[in-house]
């Protein structure tokens, strides 16, 4: 079992690291045995390496990883900031709260350029669907399976919330399992198209088509941003304690998603738009850290 989970736990580390470094990692793993803790510090290390991918610097190679993780960043963000936006309604309907009409328009025009920024994501999916229909390489598009289960995992949790919704407050903890449904699913729509993207490897561009498409999304997202702030500037002047609970997790998620998809759309865009000669990869580079601490483990 802990092989396994071992074993899952390589496969969950960028291709480009698996790559350069996934060889080593293996031997490693070898050498220190798969036990609980290195399982720990593997799963660690791949969040890492998502998070911070290896990027060599003016190089053909590091504009391209550059451009990848800003449009897998973006996506991720503004999913997170289309999530928040029903919450955001449901805070300022008029039962919980009447909200000025001001705020109200602002909440639509986030709702609007959240929408165009989906459009320009089809248009992304879309061109690298012809892409990959020329290279054949659709096992990169494996990982969009994973939405399957997660959509039946969706709707049977909608309805244990229905459920839940009629019966007496024993069915509470059905209401509570019905919800692991829906944030399933959500997370998967947010995480397998980035995955995607980053398998698919494609060409400059493409990979400059969706650079540049991101960063009107990550504008996108910063609306939503600015509406949630608006709203939480409203409750305050009304003195709306119940909503200003209910809208202080939605502030921290709107506005963490806007930065960063801000700063991570205009470092993608930068790399989309240099255009300088080729620079051989230094192959050379030193290993991750997180490869020196599990050596160190045994």
Not at 111 to 134: F, H, K, P
Not at 219 to 231: D, F, H
Request: with cysteine; aromatic share 6%.
């Amino acid at each position: 079992m802990i092989e396994m989970a071992a074993r899952l736990a390589l496969r969950a580390y960028p291709p480009s690291f698996r790559e350069r470094y996934g060889l080593e990692l293996e031997a490693l793993v070898e050498d220190t045995g798969a036990g609980p803790g290195v399982v720990a510090d593997l799963l660690i290390g791949a969040l890492r390496a998502w998070l911070h991918p290896v990027i060599p610097d003016e190089s053909t190679e590091g504009r391209r990883r550059r451009m990848q993780a800003s449009v897998a960043t973006t996506w991720v963000t503004w999913c997170a900031a289309l999530y928040a936006l029903p919450m955001l309604r449901l805070i300022l309907s008029d039962a919980l709260w009447p909200a000025p009409e001001l705020v109200r328009r602002l909440l639509d025009v986030a709702e609007y350029a959240m929408y165009g920024g989906g459009l320009i994501a089809l248009i992304g999916a879309i061109a690298l669907l012809s892409e990959t229909s020329r290279t054949g390489n659709w096992a990169a598009w494996h990982p969009l399976v994973v939405l399957v289960p997660t959509l039946l995992a969706y709707i049977v949790g909608k309805l244990l919330v229905a459920f839940a919704s009629i019966g007496p407050p024993p069915l509470y903890w059905v209401e509570v399992l019905g919800l692991l449904g829906p944030a399933a699913f959500l997370t998967a729509m947010a995480v397998t198209p980035a995955v995607v993207v980053t398998r698919c490897q494609p060409s400059a561009r493409v990979l400059r088509l969706l650079a540049m498409s991101g960063v009107v999304m990550a504008l996108a997202v910063t609306t939503t941003g600015i509406a949630c702030v608006a709203v939480v500037a409203a409750l305050s002047v009304n003195d709306s304690d119940a909503g200003q609970a209910l809208t202080v997790p939605m502030l921290t998620i709107t506005v963490a998603a806007s930065t960063t998809a801000l700063v991570s759309s205009v470092r993608g865009a930068k790399a989309a738009l240099r255009r300088k000669d080729p620079v051989d990869l230094d192959l050379d580079l030193d290993l991750d850290p997180d490869l020196g601490q599990l050596a160190e483990r045994e």
